[in-house]
């Protein structure tokens, strides 16, 4: 079955780098996807990669994924405190509608 | 990019009245919504899909008696709650998929409590 896990918690200093780590078990997962979720909000889309790709970049953020150990990381370049929200990965398949998503992984910014 | 909205943003109701969530894609036609739900500090479940003109698809727990969904245009999905009961208190969040797309566009999430 579908199954999607992250670490609970992070947290870093204004200005680090964040990684945040995401591990699926699918292997037919076609595109993987990180999501933001303010406190009290929906989720936003920060970016996406394509089961076929290795990396992607897009400003701050860089993509990671390892497909033959079903690995997906998101990296956050000059961490800020804006940044602090819970992180989302999410997983879909060409053959299936659903997205299935990780547990989420809290990061706190400290100034 | 698309926006999805949601109507109302919270609502507190009495045990046993039904309530009415509304999600709308405003500027794209979403031929297919789903419906979340999500706990305090946990992760979205997925509760049912729902396509423009047909019955709802629910996953495996959900009762389709008590959560009606329905999607009468391409801009509108609505979710009932009925009887509601204080278990029901989550924070219910849809979205809506373009026709053909890869993208899922998440409206801003409606907070329910049930007293």
């Known amino acids: 079955g579908e199954d999607v896990e992250q670490s609970l918690f992070l947290s870093v ?8 780590n995401c591990t699926y078990t ?35 953020l860089t ?3 390892n497909k033959k150990d ?3 990381s998101l990296r956050i ?23 299935i998503f990780g547990s989420g992984t809290r990061l706190l910014v400290r100034p | 990019g698309a926006v999805v909205s949601q109507h109302p943003s919270w609502v507190i109701c ?37 396509n423009e003109g047909s019955k709802a698809t629910y996953e495996q727990g959900v009762e ?6 329905n999607h009468a245009s391409l801009t509108l999905s609505t979710l009932t709650v009925t009887s509601a009961h204080p278990e029901d208190s989550s924070f219910y969040i849809c979205s809506a998929r373009l026709r053909q797309g890869l993208l899922w566009y998440f409206g ?8």
């Open chain 2, 108 to 115: 801003p999430g409606t907070r329910l409590t049930v007293l």
């Open chain 1, 26 to 60: 699918d292997s037919s997962s076609t595109y993987l996807y990180w999501y933001k979720q303010e406190p009290g909000a929906g989720l936003q889309l920060l970016t996406y990669i394509f089961s076929n790709m290795d990396m992607k970049q897009d400003q701050r």
């Open chain 1, 70 to 72: 079903k690995h997906l």
């Open chain 1, 63 to 65: 993509v990671l994924l």
């Open chain 2, 14 to 50: 009495k045990s046993g009245t039904s309530v009415k969530i509304e999600c709308r894609s405003l500027d794209f036609q979403a031929t297919t919504m789903f419906w979340y739900r999500q706990f305090p500090k946990q992760s979205l479940m997925l509760m049912a899909t729902s």
């Open chain 1, 77 to 99: 370049a000059d961490t800020q405190t804006g940044d602090s929200a819970i992180y989302f990965c999410a997983e879909s398949q060409d053959s299936s509608y659903k997205l």
């Open chain 1, 13 to 20: 200093r204004e200005g680090d780098s964040s990684v945040i």
């Open chain 2, 64 to 69: 389709k008696d008590k959560f009606l969904i």
